[in-house]
Structure formats: structure tokens, C-alpha cells
């Protein structure tokens, strides 16, 4: 054991001038040149855990595994890297991620700045052991993206001192390693490598469906199919028409049918509806007998009417209810909370009868009755109203939502103020 550094400073590099690096053993044999770095995902993430060593031995070439906390310290940017002991025989890992093979050259996802891009080098930074000729990591602080990690790439012969001063002056464009989310095209290697889209899962729909219209189509799918249900209903609601068909394409029907679940019944009957018959109807036969008579339902109106429009997830409750039964409905809500702004009153026949706007439910007492909370008017439409005037009426009262009713006044669906922008923008 060696006597404890003093101050020992972290010394940076970066995976491409560490490739083709020749390492040397104790007695100054030449153990292989670094053919990539391993890093062990189900251990820690952040840190290479090995080197891949490639030797040739005649015409056979060889890979061996060195780990990277058997190399001698101080590493710094020479020519060559010197080892404790002798690497191990390479076995499949399937649990590691390969810096060069899966990293370099790949495109990946920048959570923080909601885009797709590609990765030009990996920045590393060396990290000193607690005793004089220990190292201790090989971190990886972040993705280079920018002129620096091209310059890297395209001069990786020349001697690394030289490299960097070549490169000094150019601006760095790094990602940080924790804003970084890899995209896996074979979804068996993704769970191997326990790589997920949770970081992506926490991005805004919109943001997601931005990523998904960057990617190329085979990542694009890699990428949705990874992600969790409702959020992959989400961000399906937010693509166009014509990414939504090649995205539900790219799925079994019956994962197409965990999804379009999770979505609006109105939203899941669009979708459907752009897709063509013998496809739609296989999707439709793995959804719940519940969720598919609503979809199946939404899908004989005309797309430009307000039944064509509206969806039939709303909170409705009898017109002699109180407040403590409209919350009680809002908890048993099963569809989207942020999209209720209101409390339809039915009569006996289901007939619309009053709304109570959320305000006045949360301003009042439990035990209060819900009819004299109603608005003094009830703007509604007819199943077979158009699109403009269904535009109209939302512009003219300031409409949040509006209902639509049969030609018996029964309350069928609801129309949202999303989904009238969303016809606009059609135009």
C-alpha cells in the first residue's frame, strides 16, 4: 500500500482519446490497446467500470476486460496507460453499456433541452485513489455534442497533447451524463441494460412528441415503445395524424390497445379512424368491452360534428345531489382530472339539467345542494353541430368546455377548449 496523495487532482479526458490508447502491465509488456469502455449500468451508471482490451497474437485477435480501478496513478494524457495486473478473459456482459458501440455516433435524448441530438465524444474525468498510485474511477461527466468532440474525432491519431491544445479554444457543448436518456433499438438488450425512458416520461406531452418527430422512424419506435402507458397516451394525443398511424403501426394490438385505453374516448376514436379498417378492428378487439363500445360509439360520427369532437369522460351526477357527492364522483373519475372544469346535474331522464362550475363546488359546504350552484345559463350544442359553430359558441360565452346533447336534451358528451384549438390549427 502506497503513502496517502496529498490533494490529488482529478485529471480529465474523454472516451475518444482514449480508444487505440496501448496499455502496458507491470513489468512493461504491452497487455492490449483500449478497444472500448464498459460501463456495469446494474452497478453504477456514471462510472466506466473496464476496459476492453484488444490484443493480436499473429493473425487471432483477442478482447480481454481490465478494470479500470487496476491501472496505475497518475493517468495522465500520454501515450499509454499502465496496469497493476493482468487483464481477465472478456466474457459477454450483458448488463454493460459500451461507451464506443452504444454512445459515439448515436443519437440520443437531451431531457433538460427537450431535443434529439448526436453524440460527437463522451467528456471523462480520471479520479485519484485515497493511496499514491491508486485510481480510484473513471467517471463520465457528460456528452459532448458540439465542434470540440468532432475536432476529437476527427484527429484521434494525433498525439493527445497536441489534441488538446488543437481543441482548447473551441467551445465545449456538453450534456450532462444525468440529462442524457439512451435510446436502445432492441427492446430485449433495453431491459438487459436496465435502460428506460424514465427521464423521458417526466417531459411535458408536448415536449415528448417534439423528441418523437426528430427521431428516425426505427429509434421513433424504439422510443415509444419504451415508454409507460399513459404517458405514451399522451404524447399520442399531441403527434400528428399521420405520426400517430405509423406510431400504432409499429405495435401489437394489443399493446396499441393498453395505450389508446389510457387516452380520451374522443382522442383513442380520431386515432382509430385514421387507420384503416382490418387495423382498427384488432386494436379494438383487445381493448375492454367498457372503453371499446365508447370508442366503438364515437366512431359512426361524422369527424367535423360536435359528436365527432366531444368525449365521454365527464362527471355527472343526479340534479338533487349535493356537493359531497359531486366529489365523491370527482374521486371515482377514472379519465383525465385536469380536463374537468365542471359538474353536469342530470334529470331523471338524463336529460342536462344544470353545471356547476369547480369554484363554486370547492367554495361551498358539503352538505349543500348542487341546483342552486348552477349557472343561470346552460350553453350547450346539438350532436350534429359543425365545427364553426361549435368554435362560435366557445368564442361567444368564453367556453371552457361545452356540452353536447340528443335531440332529447340527454347529455352525450363534452367538448373541450383543447380540442376546438386543435380543429382550428387543423385549418
Known amino acids: 500500500m502506497g503513502a496517502l496523495l496529498t490533494n490529488p487532482a482529478n485529471v480529465a479526458t474523454s472516451a475518444s482519446s482514449l480508444l487505440g490508447r496501448r496499455v502496458l502491465g507491470a513489468d512493461g509488456t504491452e497487455l492490449g490497446r483500449v478497444k472500448d469502455l464498459a460501463v456495469d449500468v446494474s452497478v453504477n451508471h456514471t462510472h466506466v467500470a473496464e476496459l476492453v482490451l484488444r490484443t493480436r497474437s499473429g493473425r487471432k485477435k483477442t478482447e480481454t476486460l481490465l478494470p479500470v480501478m ?5 493517468v495522465n494524457n500520454e501515450a499509454e496507460l499502465k496496469a497493476r495486473s493482468k487483464p481477465k478473459e472478456h466474457k459477454e456482459q450483458s448488463g454493460y453499456l459500451l461507451l464506443d458501440y452504444d454512445v459515439l455516433d448515436q443519437q440520443i435524448i437531451d431531457v433538460d433541452g427537450h431535443k434529439v441530438v448526436r453524440v460527437n465524444d463522451v467528456n471523462l474525468v480520471w479520479e485519484p485513489g485515497v493511496h499514491e498510485g491508486e485510481t480510484a474511477g473513471l467517471r463520465i461527466e457528460g456528452v459532448e455534442v458540439g465542434n470540440r468532440g468532432a475536432m476529437r ?24 451524463w444525468a440529462c442524457v436518456d439512451l435510446i436502445e433499438r432492441d427492446p430485449a438488450r433495453m431491459v438487459r441494460l436496465k435502460i428506460g425512458q424514465d427521464r423521458l416520461s417526466k417531459l411535458h406531452p408536448s415536449d415528448i412528441a417534439d423528441i418523437l418527430e426528430d427521431l428516425a422512424p426505427v429509434e421513433r419506435e424504439a422510443v415509444f415503445s419504451s415508454l409507460p402507458e399513459e404517458t405514451a397516451a399522451e404524447a399520442l ?13 409499429g405495435l401489437d394490438s ?36 367498457e372503453e371499446r363500445q365508447d370508442v366503438k360509439d364515437l366512431l359512426e360520427f361524422s369527424a367535423d360534428s360536435a359528436a365527432g369532437r366531444m ?15 359531486a366529489v365523491q364522483a370527482l374521486r371515482e373519475f377514472e379519465g383525465d382530472p385536469d380536463t374537468i372544469t365542471e359538474i353536469y346535474l342530470l334529470g331523471e331522464e ?25 349557472e343561470g ?20 360565452y368564453n367556453l371552457r368546455s361545452l356540452p353536447v346533447v340528443d335531440h332529447h336534451g340527454r347529455l352525450t358528451g363534452v367538448i373541450h377548449a383543447e380540442q376546438v384549438i386543435a ?3 387543423e385549418r
Request: aromatic share 2%; glycine share 2%.
Open 237 to 249: 394525443e399531441e403527434v400528428e395524424p399521420k405520426l400517430q398511424k405509423a406510431l400504432l403501426q
Open 254 to 289: 394489443e399493446r396499441a390497445a393498453d395505450i389508446l385505453e389510457e387516452m380520451d374516448p374522443g382522442a383513442a376514436a380520431d386515432v382509430l379512424a385514421e387507420l384503416s379498417d382490418e387495423v382498427s378492428e384488432a386494436i379494438l378487439e383487445e381493448m375492454e368491452p
Open 350 to 374: 338524463e336529460e342536462l339539467a344544470g353545471v356547476v362550475m369547480l369554484p363554486r363546488l370547492l367554495l361551498a359546504t358539503p352538505e349543500t345542494q348542487l341546483a342552486p350552484l348552477s
Open 311 to 325: 368525449t365521454t369522460d365527464y362527471v355527472s351526477v343526479p340534479i338533487d345531489a349535493r356537493v359531497a357527492d
Open 153 to 176: 474525432r476527427l484527429f484521434k491519431g494525433l498525439p493527445v497533447v497536441l489534441l488538446d491544445r488543437l481543441v482548447e479554444r473551441l467551445g465545449s457543448r456538453q450534456i450532462p
Open 423 to 425: 380543429q382550428l390549427r
Open 377 to 396: 345559463h346552460n350553453v350547450r350544442c346539438n350532436l350534429d353541430a359543425k365545427d364553426k359553430e361549435v368554435a362560435e359558441l366557445f368564442d361567444k
Open 70 to 74: 487496476d491501472l496505475v496513478w497518475p
